[in-house]
C-alpha cells in the first residue's frame, strides 16, 4: 500500500505530507485546513520555517471543527539548530509543542548537521561545529518520555547516518533529505532501506523558484514531461507518484489549493514499471547544497565534506 508506510517504531507514517516551508504565515492555516480536507493526514513543520504558531492553529481548527482527531494526522517537527545542546533539546520540543498546541509530535528530527550558536540567527557566523552524538542521546530521551513518538535526522549523508548507527541506542526512524528525479538519493535510499529508516522527500518537485536551489528543473525535465504526456497526468502528479514507487514518503509544498488537491491526486494509477526505468537515464544533481554552512568555525571546509561526497 502507498498510502502509508511503517516506520520501524511500528506507527504509520502516511506517504503524503504537506510540505509548511516557505508558506507565508498568513496562508499557511489556509493551506493546512485545504489539505486535511482533501485527505491529508501528515503535515511536515519545523520552527526554522517561522509559521510553527499558525500551524498549531490551523490544527486547532481542525479539531474543534470536528474535521478530525489528534490521532488522525501525523505531525513532524524539527530540532532548531541553535538547541543542540544536550541540556536545552527537551525546551526546544517543549516550545515546539506549544506553538503546535499538542502534547506529542509524531516524528521529531534534527533539522541537519548544522549548529549555530544557542540564541542566535541562523547565519554563517553562528555556525560551530555539531556534537550529533550528545544530541541524539538527548533526542533519545525524548523518544522515552513519549514527547515524539518517533525520532529521525535530516540531511543527513551516508557516512552521517553510519557514524549515527554506530553509537545510537535508538535507530532513527526516518532521514528527510532532498529526493526528486534529478535527485533521487540511490546510495542514500539503499543504506537507509537496509538499516530500516525510512526516507522522507523533501522538495519532491524540485522546489521551483526556492532561493538557494539550482540546477536543472524537475518539472520540465523532459523524461518527466514525456511520461506525464503519456499518462495524462501533471509533470508533478508523475515527480510525486515515482517518488512512492520507489518507497519514499513525499512532502510538496504548496499554498494553492489546486495544486494541494492535485498532489494528492496520486493512490488510484501508477506508472508502469517501463516508464519507472526511464528515471534512472536523468542526469542527476543536487539542486540545495547550502553552501553557507561551508565555513571554518562550523568544521565543514567544503560541499565535499559537509554532504562526504554526495555532492
Ligand atoms: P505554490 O505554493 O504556489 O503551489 P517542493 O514541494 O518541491 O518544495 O516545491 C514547492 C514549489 O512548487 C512551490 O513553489 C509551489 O508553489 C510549487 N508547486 C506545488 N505544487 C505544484 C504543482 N502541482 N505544479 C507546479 N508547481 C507546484
Known amino acids: 500500500m502507498v498510502e502509508s508506510f511503517v516506520l520501524n517504531t511500528g506507527a504509520r507514517m502516511p506517504s503524503v505530507g504537506l510540505g509548511t516551508w516557505q508558506i507565508e504565515p498568513e496562508a499557511v492555516c489556509n493551506a493546512i485546513y485545504a489539505a486535511v480536507k482533501s485527505g491529508y493526514r501528515h503535515i511536515d513543520s519545523a520552527v526554522a520555517y517561522r509559521n510553527q504558531k499558525e500551524v498549531g492553529l490551523a490544527l486547532k481548527k481542525l479539531f474543534e ?3 478530525v482527531k489528534r490521532e488522525d494526522l501525523f505531525i513532524t517537527s524539527k530540532l532548531w539548530s541553535g538547541n ?4 536545552d533539546v527537551d525546551d526546544d520540543i517543549s516550545s515546539a509543542l506549544e506553538d503546535l498546541q499538542l502534547d506529542y509530535i509524531d516524528l521529531y528530527l534534527i533539522h541537519g548537521p548544522i549548529r549555530i550558536k544557542k540564541g542566535t540567527m541562523l547565519i554563517p557566523e553562528n555556525l560551530i561545529p555539531t556534537d550529533i552524538p550528545a544530541t541524539w542521546r538527548a533526542m533519545e530521551k525524548l523518544y522515552e518520555s513519549g514527547k515524539a513518538r518517533a525520532i529521525g535526522v535530516s540531511n543527513f549523508s551516508c557516512k552521517k547516518v553510519e557514524d549515527l548507527l554506530a553509537i545510537a541506542r535508538v535507530t532513527p526512524a526516518v532521514n528527510q533529505v532532498e529526493c526528486h528525479p534529478v535527485w533521487q538519493q540511490a546510495k542514500l535510499r539503499k543504506l537507509c532501506q537496509s538499516m530500516g529508516i525510512h526516507l522522507s522527500a523533501y522538495s519532491p518537485l524540485g522546489s521551483p523558484g526556492s532561493p538557494g ?26 515527480a510525486l507518484r515515482w517518488g512512492l514507487q520507489m518507497g519514499q514518503s513525499v512532502l510538496p509544498k504548496s499554498a494553492d ?4 488537491k492535485a498532489n494528492f491526486n496520486i493512490f488510484d494509477w501508477s506508472i508502469p514499471e517501463d516508464f519507472m526505468a526511464k528515471f534512472f537515464g536523468i542526469k542527476q544533481a543536487r539542486l540545495l547544497k547550502i553552501e553557507f554552512a561551508v565555513q ?13 561526497g554526495e555532492v
Open 257 to 260: 489549493e489546486t495544486r494541494i
Open 213 to 238: 536551489y539550482c540546477g536543472p528543473s524537475v518539472l520540465s525535465n523532459p523524461i518527466v514531461i514525456y511520461i506525464a504526456e503519456k499518462l495524462q497526468k501533471t509533470p508533478a502528479q508523475v
Open 84 to 87: 543542540h545542546a544536550p541540556e
Open 296 to 308: 571554518p568555525q562550523s568544521g565543514y571546509n567544503s560541499l565535499e565534506d559537509l554532504w562526504d
Open 65 to 67: 471543527d470536528g474535521v
